[in-house]
T-cell receptor, first 115, second 110 residues
Framework: KAGVTQTPRYLIKTRGQQVTLSCSPISGHRSVSWYQQTPGQGLQFLFEYFSETQRNKGNFPGRFSGRQFSNSRSEMNVSTLELGDSALYLC??????????????FGSGTQLSVL | KQEVTQIPAALSVPEGENLVLNCSFTDSAIYNLQWFRQDPGKGLTSLLLIQSSQREQTSGRLNASLDKSSGRSTLYIAASQPGDSATYLCAPDGSEKLVFGKGTKLTVNP
């Protein structure tokens, strides 16, 4: 069974640009969550999608958005990039979500550098 | 607001030692708690999930306990090996979804 796939692996952008990251969950998983990891703040929850609907949202500005498609693949978009958006962005999937006592399966992440 | 603290921040031990990693959290209204390991530049791997009604979970050389009322969890690693070197993170799952600690960076020396 293939794991969670995130593309691209590395990305370099300049301030003011926008970026789209992609996540393909494990086959059959309908819940996809996104996390931002930085050395200073650690791992922070961005949002969770389940069956194409945003189910939960973390405390991030509206520049961060996401969506989920009917095949459960998810994308997140960051508009008007700032230097502080440089981070490892991780996506994780599970069948129905962690509140159902399910383990999360993470992808290897997209390392975003904003210059 | 859930706050998660992991102590120690870093730990270096010789191979073969038994060790304990600590995790404390402020909001006991959780569904479960997961322990993860993260290798440098990689994603996270879920090691153990303890449901709120459980006291402990075991997987091989790993044993995790949960005391929800006191807001504490421990991860016990028996007979540590160099391959156990990684950062270990705990994450209680509640109304704010998973809230991660900063992790304990473990180095096991051969």
């Amino acid at each position: 069974k293939a794991g969670v796939t995130q593309t691209p692996r590395y990305l370099i952008k300049t301030r003011g640009q926008q970026v789209t990251l992609s996540c393909s969950p494990i086959s059959g998983h309908r819940s996809v969550s996104w996390y931002q990891q930085t050395p200073g703040q650690g791992l922070q929850f961005l949002f969770e999608y389940f069956s194409e609907t945003q189910r939960n949202k973390g405390n991030f500005p509206g520049r961060f958005s996401g969506r989920q498609f009917s095949n459960s693949r998810s994308e997140m978009n960051v508009s008007t990039l700032e230097l502080g958006d440089s981070a490892l962005y991780l996506c994780a999937s599970s069948s129905h979500g962690t509140a159902n006592n399910e383990k999360l399966f993470f992808g290897s992440g997209t390392q975003l550098s904003v210059l | 607001k859930q706050e998660v603290t992991q102590i120690p921040a870093a730990l270096s031990v010789p191979e073969g030692e038994n060790l304990v990693l600590n995790c404390s959290f402020t909001d006991s209204a959780i569904y479960n708690l997961q322990w993860f390991r993260q290798d440098p530049g990689k994603g996270l791997t879920s090691l153990l999930l303890i449901q709120s009604s459980q006291r402990e979970q075991t997987s091989g050389r790993l044993n995790a306990s949960l005391d929800k009322s006191s807001g504490r969890s421990t991860l016990y690693i028996a007979a540590s090996q160099p391959g156990d070197s990684a950062t270990y993170l705990c994450a209680p799952d509640g109304s704010e979804k998973l809230v991660f600690g900063k992790g304990t960076k473990l180095t096991v020396n051969p």
